[in-house]
């Protein structure tokens, strides 16, 4: 045998291993819950073949078609909002100042917060009898609300925005950091006014920076699951019961395995979607 295959060979089967490790760790699991949407599981109880009634059942059910609209508006109202402030913020902090670095530290800090903690923040100050939003809004003479009863939705976007538009902001803020002076320069020297240097400059160098983070927003947004549950456990009715949340009530409520099953099949391709646009916004 020729040494360079019996080094080939020993590369090869030194790679086996993690090869298996990848395989048990990615692959396995997502054919067992594509194999188990094709049965009814209950957790304690036998698995019985029943084709494609959990798909039927699902896309026939009132419930499943209230949580598909509660998880669209969910991603279309906090996406746009994130990045128009994450932009907004980003060219805030682009501008020479003795407070930038200061500045930075204050909005990153509901990044760096454990998403835990600034959902139970939130929880208190959501609160109808001690929260420092009524507080504030008794005192201006706008009354008092429950704010998670009366507008959940609203409440959990605002959270959403709240914890992840700094790292938005922060991420454009390197893209703009990246775009050479000249252009600005010429632009300046052109006699172009601030918009069109922010139209015809800045846009279009962060369009590929914009675009991924765009992706990347709407993948996380759609998979958030720990602020909603905190927050509102998919409450009061379906009015923020999005896909997450339904997954985990079918799971480890009614540990339905098989439903549960289902509806993570069901939303696999729209996360295979995403994925591809980032893959090809990289390469872009």
């Known amino acids: ?20 490790i990848i395989f048990f760790v990615n692959f396995y699991p997502l054919f067992r819950v594509f194999y188990l949407s094709f049965f009814k599981k209950i957790v304690g109880s036998e698995e019985v073949f029943i084709g494609f009634k959990n798909y039927i ?30 932009i907004g913020l980003a060219l805030i902090l682009n501008k020479p100042s003795k407070l930038r670095p200061i500045l930075r530290n204050i909005i990153i800090l ?15 100050l959501y609160n109808p009898s001690l ?19 009366d507008y959940p939705m609203l409440g959990i976007v605002i959270v959403n925005v709240w914890q992840t538009v700094p790292f938005v902001a ?42 991924i983070l765009t992706a990347l927003q ?18 009061p ?11 985990y009530e079918k ?5 339905d395995l098989g439903m549960a099953a289902t509806l993570s099949v069901i939303a696999l391709p729209i996360f295979l979607m995403i994925v591809i646009y980032v893959i090809r916004s990289l390469r872009g």
């Open 218 to 235: 709407i993948l996380w947004t759609f998979g958030e699951f720990v602020t909603i549950w905190i927050l509102t456990a998919g409450g």
């Open 1 to 20: 045998m020729k040494l360079k295959t019996r080094e080939t060979l020993t590369a090869y089967s030194l790679l086996i291993p993690t090869f298996l």
């Open 237 to 247: 009715g379906y009015a923020t019961k999005t896909l997450p949340i339904y997954i």
């Open 131 to 149: 929260g420092l939003l009524n507080k504030i809004t008794e005192t201006l003479g706008l009354g008092h609300y429950y704010w998670l009863q």
């Open 251 to 255: 799971t480890f409520i009614s540990q």
């Open 57 to 86: 059942s699902l896309f026939a059910s009132d419930i499943f078609w209230k949580v598909v609209t509660a998880t669209v508006i969910f991603i279309l109202s906090a996406v746009p909002l994130k990045m128009l402030l994450g």
């Open 170 to 211: 922060l991420a454009i803020l390197a893209g703009l950091q990246s775009i050479k002076q000249e252009l600005y320069e010429a632009a300046a020297i052109d006699g172009a006014a601030t918009f069109q240097i922010f139209k015809y400059v800045t846009l279009p160098s962060l369009k590929q920076t914009l675009y």
């Open 110 to 124: 509901p990044w760096a917060l454990p998403v835990y903690v600034s959902a139970y923040v939130w929880v208190w």
